[in-house]
């Protein structure tokens, strides 16, 4: 059962994120009917969300002719050190990346963006899967299809689709291979080996298939396929036909 201040946390993400979106969305219809090119579409929609301050800066006590505030130190759970042991950089980095890796990945496209872009490329190929997997990938990238965003998910898929393709077929050449000794085994070993080529192949086709159906679904989509350079729109028409 969640408690009060639980639902009013989730209620008020809902509203930012309702925000987000449509200041995002009305950014773009502005952006296409003013006809900008793809950069400036890039820009203005990745600072579509963003508000000016109020107030101008605000020096804090003591930053300015008086004594500085002491530096603080945090621990990665947020609770305040005594300073005799701060907190080292790959702690940090850690913790950072533990925040977007989790499962809150999947709560937004803007969180989903953050944590793709913190990801090592084997954790890239992770992340599709879990976001895949929870049928979250075609909300997340409704709103923040780029071309930058579409050429990295084309690299990524294509490298987990040749690396599929290769497994299969090393499995395959094995599989015929100890089966030509074998006697009467040997007529059954090809189907065997076809099945196993058969097994290892659709993950990978599987999730290439996912991926490019939500991209495609994507409001921005033609926008961010136009962007691609050569080397992109000829790996998608590769991924395209591999998938066929």
Known sequence: MLSQRSLARRLEE???EDARLRAVEATKKEAVARRVDVDTFQ?????AHLRPMRGGLRLAPGGAGGKPAAPRNFRPDGTLSDGSSAP???TALAAAHGSTSSDDALR?????VRAWRAAAPAGRAELLRRAVAAGALPRLLRLELSS?????LLDCLSAAV????GAAADAAVSATGKSTG????????PPAAAETAADAEPKDHELARAVLQAAEAASSFAVAEAGLSLQARQRLA???AALQ
């Open 162 to 165: 040749s690396a599929g393709t």
């Open 182 to 189: 074998v006697g009467m085994a040997a007529a059954c070993s």
């Open 148 to 152: 930058r965003l579409l050429e990295e």
């Open 88 to 90: 080292s950089s790959s």
């Open 238 to 240: 590769g991924l395209r």
């Open 14 to 16: 809902r509203v930012a």
């Open 108 to 112: 937004s496209g803007a969180l989903f």
């Open 43 to 47: 820009a203005l929609v990745s600072a």
